[in-house]
């Protein structure tokens, strides 16, 4: 139609300067993030005293968190496609009302056979809200720092877990363990509250799929007050919208190679990262050093972890995947070095640290970099799939470790074979380089 004005939603969100919006934007993802951060946590929290209180055997007790990790497996691998149907707003909605829900149930049984169903279910929320948070996030940055707030949003996953502890610290010895699963669910039914009134759709999602478009417009003018846009603007996407399943898109049009290479990532650095977080307090302790200096060793890998994560994100931004490459690559001689440093707790805390600052450093970056590579109409897909494979790799981390060490494995030994999957990870990033180019990323996306 002549004169017809015509609105590319990717050049709007290229242009974006600082805004009230944006910020409100990653506000509310952030305080996703810690919500979740400390639901994904709270069995942990409350184990000590659920297992005392309720007479449950701690080998049974174990059940607690594989069958949550089992749902948030579930849940990224079976919602995330629904996301790239629906929308990401309803699926980071509906699963903080899940999770929250179902967390809050937990606080009212006291049997494993009913606690169990209830964190399968809050993981499977989990594994819903997480995706689709990247892919939110992602949908609204501009390229040039969609990895660095992707970063960001891990940082606040991780602060949430640690604000958890804190709250668990003071709540566990005043009111018992149904204290922590009451916090961390109703702190997830008010943020689905919350989200209902304050989320906007992705603007992306809404061009490609063309299905709400009096929404699309409402959302630009958020985004950009002095956007002209009359009745018949048109709004263009910049990117097509494939028919049929969006995890098939996965393997076609030339991504099966890295889909695959990031797959191996994600599940090896998964594997190095939950081994580290389960076993390293138990094994340096057992060489040695004083449980308090222990547990301070495995808050510092956390700190540089988070140092890294805001790291990583920028230097993903900027420098490409062989950045993320390079720093899982860094991480394998201060893995090797901890099983090295037997007994020296000061040299063990600055290698836990530089461990941390590159291994989940790397983790987020990787994080980042699913909801990146993916174009829109399949990004939750791409992201959720990423993660879900990632669980296997934390499902059997921590038990290659638990059998390395009945076999009385030597410590040095150890660590030398908890690098070798951060090897692996460096390996599969380096080749995804060489697949996919310098940033591997879809026109569009």
Known sequence: MPGQQIVHVGEVIEAQ????????????????????????????????????????????????????????????????????????????????????????????????????????????????AIPNSIALMAEYAPKGSRATRIGLMFVAYTIGSALGGVAAAWLLPRYGWTSVFQLGGWTGIGLAAMLYFTLPESVRFLAVTQSRVAELARTLKRLDPHLQIGPDTQFVADELKQPGVPVKYLFLEGRAAKSLLLWTAYITTQMTLIFLTSWLPTVIHQDGIDLADAEITVALLQIGGAAGSVAFGRMLDKLGVNALAAGLLAAVPFIVGIGSASGIAPLLMALATMTGFCV???????????????????????????????????????????????????TWQLFLIAAAPALCAAGSLFLMRRVAGRFPQDPGG
Not at 25 to 41: H, K, P, R, V, Y
Not at 56 to 81: K, P
């Open 360 to 410: 989940v450093g790397g983790q987020t970056g990787i994080n980042a970099l699913s909801g990146t590579i993916y174009p829109t109409y399949m990004r939750s897909t791409g992201s959720g799939w990423a993660l879900g494979m990632g669980r296997i790799g934390s499902i059997v981390g921590p038990l290659i470790g638990g059998v390395l060490l009945e076999l009385g494995v030597p």
């Open 17 to 128: 300067k600082s805004s009230w919006f944006q910020r409100r934007l990653i506000f509310w993802i952030a305080i996703t993030m810690m919500i979740e951060g400390n639901d994904n946590q709270v069995a942990g929290f409350a184990a000590p005293v659920m297992i005392s209180t309720l007479h449950i055997d701690s080998a049974r007790f174990g059940w607690v968190f594989s069958v949550g990790l089992f749902g948030y497996m579930l849940g990224a691998l079976g919602f995330s496609a629904v996301g790239d149907r629906v929308g990401r707003r309803l699926l980071v909605i509906g699963g903080a009302l899940l999770f929250g829900g179902f967390t809050l149930a937990t606080a009212y049984v006291d049997t494993l056979s009913t606690i169990l169903p209830l964190r399968f279910c809050a993981g499977i929320g989990l594994g819903c």
